[in-house]
């Protein structure tokens, strides 16, 4: 069964820790995405991935850091400097050929 | 700054009628045009996408484009409660910019 997977479901940080978010995808695809969601809002792009080893901050990319060392993983950190991280978080990837994002379940972070 | 906008609703349909939904984009180079839905709680799902003026239709979805007015509309014929969720409205020029979605309640 080919997908797009992230863990946690849910993720509680206390104040000035770091935590990281897990997004693995099996459907061979090149492109991968970080979004966050607040609620009543629409998606923000936090980073992006083309290619493996490479990646471009999209939006709201302040406190946060990813990497790509696998085409299949791309890891988001939610770093002590952003101040306020609570949301939904959704993980997405696309072929390079096409535009069509398909999403993971979705991680949501709550600070204590 | 690309935008796209889409009223926030909620909107609310009887059961069985048509549930019509708009976006409109600000930019003139936008290529691929995609309507998702997202329950509450839940990740969204791609429901159609179309990349020339006119219509698709797919079941009981039929998405309109009119690059002219840059709008994208989506129709749900026959409108079932199971419907009901918020719809996203996504434009690419390159990346994809989202709208902040439309929420559909279906009345039974």
């Known amino acids: 069964d080919g997908g797009i997977t992230q863990s946690p479901k849910y993720l509680f940080r206390k104040e000035g820790q770091n935590v990281t978010l897990s997004c693995e995808q099996n459907l061979n695809h090149d492109a991968m995405y970080w979004y966050r969601q607040d609620p009543g809002q629409g998606l923000r792009l936090i980073y992006y991935s083309q290619i493996v080893n490479d990646f471009q901050k999209g939006d709201i990319a302040e406190g946060y850091s990813v990497s790509r060392e696998k085409k299949e993983s791309f890891p988001l950190t939610v770093t002590s400097a952003q101040k306020n991280p609570t949301a939904f978080y959704l993980c997405?990837?696309?072929?390079?050929?096409?535009?069509?994002?398909?999403f993971g379940p979705g991680t949501r972070l709550t600070v204590l | 700054q690309k935008e796209v906008e889409q009223n926030s609703g909620p909107l609310s349909v009887p059961e069985g009628a048509i549930a019509s939904l708009n976006c409109t984009y600000s930019d003139r180079g936008s290529q691929s045009f995609f309507w998702y839905r997202q329950y509450s709680g839940k990740s969204p799902e791609l429901i159609m996408f179309?990349?020339s003026n006119g219509d698709k239709e797919d079941g009981r979805f039929t998405a309109q484009l009119n690059k002219a007015s840059q709008y994208v509309s989506l129709l749900i014929r026959d409108s079932q409660p199971s419907d009901s969720a918020t719809y996203l409205c996504?434009?690419?020029?390159?990346?994809?910019?989202w709208g902040a979605g439309t929420k559909l309640i279906i009345k039974p």
């Open positions: 997405a990837s696309t072929g390079l050929a096409d535009n069509e994002q398909f």
């Open positions: 179309i990349y």
């Open positions: 996504a434009v690419t020029p390159d990346q994809l910019i």
